[in-house]
């Protein structure tokens, strides 16, 4: 297997937002868990997996709907990895050639790679013009 580049992996750890739904998600997590927040997780100061921890400190008194909404959240988490992963293989050399002095972060190095599509490898090109699912 090949081993990633710098670029290439800042390209999975750096996007701000992985897919136009990420707010979605996460109001769909804060509507669907408003009473689990409220009665356990109302002190917590949401940020650096905190709120997760509380979820999990409380993971036996979670109603079936905010349990269903962690799930649908780490389905979309584990999408956007995927996603993420498939674009940096594919577009390894590319990401190199085109982004390489690129301050990774906040989605910068795709915009890189979208602003030199005309000059993308085919590969990348591809991957790069998949729909969202």
């Known amino acids: 297997m090949k081993i990633l580049t710098a670029s ?3 390209l999975i750890l750096g996007v701000a937002t992985f897919s136009a739904s990420a707010e979605d998600v996460v109001d769909h997590v804060i ?8 009665s356990y997780c109302s002190q917590v100061m949401p ?3 905190r709120m997760m921890a509380c979820f999990y400190a409380h993971e036996d008194k ?4 905010c349990v269903g909404a962690l799930w649908d959240a780490a389905e979309a988490l584990e999408e956007a990895v ?4 498939d674009i940096a293989v594919a577009c390894e050399t590319d990401i190199d050639q085109f982004c390489g ?3 990774m972060g906040e ?3 795709l915009r890189c790679l979208e602003s030199s599509a005309d000059s993308l490898s ?3 090109a591809a991957e790069l013009a998949k729909p969202e699912e």
């Not at 509507?31 to 409220?38: L, M, Q, R, S």
């Not at 979670?62 to 709907?65: V, W």
């Open 122 to 124: 085919e590969g990348c």
């Open 62 to 65: 979670l109603s079936g709907e």
């Open 107 to 109: 989605g910068r190095i």
């Open 101 to 103: 002095d690129i301050e």
């Open 8 to 10: 290439a992996v800042g």
């Open 82 to 85: 995927n996603t993420f992963v």
């Open 31 to 38: 509507n669907n868990c408003a009473t689990e927040i409220e």
């Open 47 to 49: 940020g650096e997996g």
